[in-house]
């Protein structure tokens, strides 16, 4: 479980963003990361109970400030990702954890240029598929509407009047999933990670094949 104490810590980290107080409250901060850490492999056991994953990672709290007008040399969040198996498996997991600001993340948040082209294309050609997945209500009472940012009208190549404009002008395929502080802190939050996550299944499968071939349905890998 995560505790009470974690999400206290990060609060007070907030409003004491500096190496003086981190430093005084060093032994706080490893007990809130090693919780974080613990929660994330459990998560990482389960989910490998029915999706090919190769490992977890959770990201250091030190900002890197050298190119950022932000000097504050401390994150506020706890954030973890979940890798899948590549080149056959496609999309990400990612948790973050935050005083009233954790979600859940998943997707595609940087397509690489060929694979954000590749999806493009395939939305252009048959939209329906894609559709059907993200429209399905049981998968909309999980995660909701398709999020990301877009380009304004079309891009270079693709039809503005495109019945699936909307999909294809997309910049980022990706869902997001709000959770409460009293989610996180639940006994079964492990669980509702990894329910979650399992629901996004269908929309990776999909974009797995997708990515995986050419547009006349051939491996490319």
Same mark, same amino acid.
Do not use: C
């Given at each position: 479980m995560i505790s009470k104490e974690t999400l206290t810590f990060?609060?007070?980290?907030?409003? *004491?963003?500096?190496?003086?107080?981190?430093? #005084?409250n060093k032994k706080r901060f490893k007990a809130a990361e090693a919780e974080i850490k613990n929660t994330g492999n459990i998560v990482f056991e389960k989910m490998k109970m029915h999706d090919a994953l190769d490992?977890?990672?959770l990201f250091r709290i030190y900002r890197d400030v050298r190119f950022s007008a932000n000097k504050q040399p401390y994150k506020t969040h706890f954030g973890l990702s979940f890798h899948r198996q590549k080149p056959e498996f496609r999309g990400g997991y990612y948790l973050h954890i935050e005083p009233k600001n954790s979600f859940m993340a998943t997707g595609f948040w940087q397509p690489e240029? *060929?694979?954000?082209?590749?999806?493009?294309? #395939?939305?252009e050609m048959d939209d329906s598929e894609?559709?059907?997945?993200?429209?399905?209500?049981?998968?909309?009472?999980?995660w909701g509407q398709l999020k990301g940012e877009e380009v304004k009208t079309a891009p270079k190549g693709f039809n503005r009047d495109h019945p699936a404009i909307d999909l294809i002008r997309k910049k980022q395929y990706i869902?997001?999933?709000?959770?409460?502080?009293n989610e996180v802190l639940s006994k079964d939050f492990p669980e509702l990670v990894d329910q979650s996550f399992r629901a996004i299944r269908p929309y990776f499968d999909y974009m797995s094949e997708v990515l995986t071939t050419d547009l006349n349905g051939v491996s490319m890998i």
């Amino acid at each position: 479980m995560i505790s009470k104490e974690t999400l206290t810590f990060l609060k007070e980290l907030k409003t *004491n963003n500096d190496r003086d107080w981190f430093n #005084e409250n060093k032994k706080r901060f490893k007990a809130a990361e090693a919780e974080i850490k613990n929660t994330g492999n459990i998560v990482f056991e389960k989910m490998k109970m029915h999706d090919a994953l190769d490992r977890v990672k959770l990201f250091r709290i030190y900002r890197d400030v050298r190119f950022s007008a932000n000097k504050q040399p401390y994150k506020t969040h706890f954030g973890l990702s979940f890798h899948r198996q590549k080149p056959e498996f496609r999309g990400g997991y990612y948790l973050h954890i935050e005083p009233k600001n954790s979600f859940m993340a998943t997707g595609f948040w940087q397509p690489e240029k *060929n694979d954000l082209h590749r999806i493009r294309k #395939e939305i252009e050609m048959d939209d329906s598929e894609m559709k059907e997945i993200i429209n399905d209500e049981t998968f909309q009472s999980v995660w909701g509407q398709l999020k990301g940012e877009e380009v304004k009208t079309a891009p270079k190549g693709f039809n503005r009047d495109h019945p699936a404009i909307d999909l294809i002008r997309k910049k980022q395929y990706i869902f997001t999933k709000n959770l409460t502080d009293n989610e996180v802190l639940s006994k079964d939050f492990p669980e509702l990670v990894d329910q979650s996550f399992r629901a996004i299944r269908p929309y990776f499968d999909y974009m797995s094949e997708v990515l995986t071939t050419d547009l006349n349905g051939v491996s490319m890998i």
